[in-house]
C-alpha cells in the first residue's frame, strides 16, 4: 500500500501563479522527499526535507513539513509552462525504503 | 555521469515469453533500487540491493520476478514467463548511500507491454 497521499490528484493554474501540493503520509518517517516526473521520463530529484526540519527552500520551490500532523507541502511560485510535470512526496522509511505517493499532475497553461 | 541507464526503453513481448531488463547504476553508488509504475498501483518498489547483495525483495510481485547484481555496475530484472498484468514502466534508481540520508537518481524507465 501506498505510504503518502498527495492532494490535489490534478491542478491547473496559470504561468505566473503559485502551485501548492499537499502529501500526508501515515507511519514515522526518517525523511520526505519531492520529486518531478515529466510524460514519459524518470524521476528527477527536487528536494529532501529531514524529519527534524520544518522547512527549507530551493530556488522557487518551498517544502514544509509537520512530523505532528504527518503532512508536507510543496509550494512552487511563479509558476512557468515547464513546471507542467507530476509531483510525488516519497517517504523515506527507516528500512531503508523510498516509498511514494500517486503523485499530483501539475499543468501550468501560458 | 551519464546517470542511471537502462535499457531497452521499450520493450513488446508475447505472453510467456522471458523478459529482461538492464540497469547501469551511476558509477559510486552503492545502493540499486527497481521500481514499477502502473496508472492502478501508482509506483511500488520491488527490491534494491546494497553492494551489489539484494536487501529486501518483499515486493517482488511474484515467483516470476528475479533480480541479481553480479556486479556494481550492473543489474537485471528478469520475468518468466511474462505475463499481460505485468505490463508497466520499470525503474532503476540508485544512491550513493542510505536512502535515510540521500536521494535516489531514476533511469529513464523500461516500458514493457506483454500482448
Known amino acids: 500500500s501506498q505510504q503518502g497521499e498527495e492532494d490535489p490528484q490534478a491542478l491547473s493554474i496559470q504561468e505566473g501563479e503559485n502551485a501548492t501540493m499537499n502529501c500526508s503520509y501515515k507511519?514515522?518517517?526518517?525523511?520526505l522527499q519531492w520529486y518531478r516526473q515529466n510524460s514519459g521520463r524518470g524521476l528527477v530529484h527536487l528536494i529532501l526535507?529531514?524529519?527534524?526540519?520544518r522547512e527549507k527552500h530551493s530556488g522557487r520551490l518551498r517544502v514544509t513539513l509537520d512530523t505532528s500532523k504527518k503532512s508536507s507541502s510543496l509550494l512552487i511560485t511563479a509558476s512557468r509552462a515547464a513546471d507542467t510535470a507530476s509531483y510525488f512526496c516519497?517517504?523515506?522509511?527507516?528500512?531503508?525504503?523510498?516509498?511514494f505517493g500517486a503523485g499530483t499532475i501539475l499543468r501550468v497553461k501560458s | 555521469d551519464a546517470g542511471v541507464i537502462q535499457s531497452p526503453r521499450h520493450e513488446v513481448t508475447e505472453m510467456g515469453q522471458e523478459v529482461t531488463l538492464r540497469c547501469k547504476p551511476i558509477s559510486g553508488h552503492d545502493y540499486l533500487f527497481w521500481y514499477r509504475q502502473t496508472m492502478m498501483r501508482g509506483l511500488e518498489l520491488l527490491i534494491y540491493?546494497?553492494?551489489?547483495?539484494?536487501?529486501?525483495d518483499s515486493g517482488m510481485p511474484e515467483d516470476r520476478f528475479s533480480a541479481k547484481m553480479p556486479n556494481a555496475s550492473f543489474s537485471t530484472l528478469k520475468i518468466q514467463p511474462s505475463e499481460p498484468r505485468d505490463s508497466a514502466v520499470y525503474f532503476c534508481a540508485s544512491s550513493l548511500g542510505a536512502i535515510v540520508n540521500t536521494e535516489a537518481f531514476f533511469g529513464q524507465g523500461t516500458r514493457l507491454t506483454v500482448v
Open positions: 507511519t514515522s518517517i526518517n525523511n
Open positions: 526535507i529531514r524529519s527534524n526540519e
Open positions: 516519497a517517504t523515506a522509511l527507516y528500512g531503508n525504503k523510498l516509498v
Open positions: 540491493f546494497n553492494n551489489n547483495v539484494p536487501i529486501d
